[in-house]
């Protein structure tokens, strides 16, 4: 991202561990990702390029382009398992279709319960409130299987980096991509539960 001799930006596309100056790992400690991403920011910032020639102020332009790019994917767990299995060929949608009964129990029971909630908004039910209630304890569940499962994800890096069991990626991958799924389907049912309460607070 910046030159060794002159100290200013050059103009290149790497990827997003690259690009923070990083090795390719999985398990990114908080405060190192934060100072890689303010100090190369600092050094080829468009500011302090202002008056130099154009093409020294377009690659200061793209390489802050792609320092927050890279900066925003690896800071979250999720967007950056997601990254992981693009830069080993892998796609999240691939072959990744079963959902864990447990998982699919749930979304079915809560998804009936927000049709009850809204059935009852929309008669003006006095029982609104008393549903609501009980939704919100169960948003509370959701909540603690997004952290549980988040966990899990972060256990499932460690492996990655460790590699202790020698495995090429498939087992991992795979892993990597139920862990990911389970996740996206909780964060859409938490969205859909707040939505729902909102608009039952509004009601």
């Not at 991403?37 to 008056?51: G, K, N, T, V, W």
């Not at 060929?89 to 809560?110: D, I, M, S, T, W």
């Not at 609104?128 to 499962?149: F, M, N, P, W, Y």
Request: with cysteine; net charge negative.
């Amino acid at each position: 991202m910046v030159c060794s001799q002159c100290g200013g930006p050059l103009a290149v596309e790497t990827d997003c561990f690259t690009a923070l100056g990083l090795s390719r790992k999985l398990v990114i400690a908080p405060v190192a990702l934060e100072r890689a991403y303010h100090d190369l920011s600092r050094r080829i910032h468009p500011d302090r390029f202002a008056s130099s020639p154009p093409q020294i102020r377009d690659a200061s332009l793209r390489g802050t382009a792609l320092l927050t790019r890279s900066y925003r994917t690896l800071r979250d767990p999720v967007s950056r398992g997601i990254y992981w299995l693009e830069l080993n060929g892998k796609k999240l949608n691939q072959h990744n279709n079963r959902v864990r009964p447990e998982l699919a129990e749930l979304v079915f029971a809560v998804q009936e319960q927000l049709a009850e909630l809204r059935a009852a908004r929309s008669d003006g039910s006095a029982e609104v409130g008393e549903l609501a209630t009980g939704i919100a304890q169960k948003r509370s569940e959701i909540a603690g299987l997004i952290d549980e499962t988040v966990s899990e994800l972060l256990r499932n890096f460690e492996r990655w980096d460790a590699n202790s069991e020698g495995d090429d990626g498939t087992v991992l991958g795979e892993e990597l991509k139920a862990i990911l799924s389970r996740i996206a389907y909780l964060r859409t049912l938490i969205r859909d539960v707040d939505r729902e309460l909102e608009d039952a607070k509004a009601a």
